[in-house]
């Protein structure tokens, strides 16, 4: 069962959300300027609460199809954002990040996303791996191809954003192409 999985990379520790996890997220779910490339947002308490339940009771699914985990600092265990990857079949995966402000710049978006294509791939099994963001987020779209996730695509005004409708940005990597970086 994969209901408690820890992923480590040499900064981060990706862990599964818990009890005492409400306020560093609320930190981050409830802050407009982190959030303004988001769909949701920004979050009051009572949200976050209903986020971390929500994920609790995915983990706990027989038919596991939804990883989120707690981005957590390696040195101190501080918890500095969220992650996930979501299986939309046997297949492919969607994954997505978001970082506390204050630990932007750094590398830990590469090295999150760079560990949960790894998990994608090696321990889930996967074909392909994509990523979605507004076309005008240049951190995340920076953390994709740094990944080496090519750009499929620019899906005009497909995010209907709080500030109006937004173009799109699709990124992917096909398990062959991940493996071949390797070699």
Known sequence: MMNDIELRTSKLVLRPFGGNDLAAVQ??????????????????????????????EKNAAENRTHYDFAVCLASTGALIGGCGIYREDEQEAQ???????????????????AELIRFGFEDLGLHRIYS???????????VMERNNMRREGCMKQKRNAKDGWKDE???????????????
């Open 27 to 56: 930190a981050y779910a409830g802050d407009a300027e982190i959030l303004r490339y988001m769909l949701w947002g920004p979050n009051d308490e009572a949200q976050t609460r209903w986020f971390l339940d929500n994920v609790a």
């Open 95 to 113: 994954m997505g990040w978001l970082l506390n402000k204050a630990f932007w710049k750094r590398g830990y978006g590469t090295e999150l996303a």
């Open 132 to 142: 979605t963001c507004d076309a005008d987020n240049y951190g995340s779209y920076r």
């Open 169 to 183: 940005l699709h990124y992917a990597i096909l398990r062959c192409e991940w493996e071949a970086l390797s070699e």
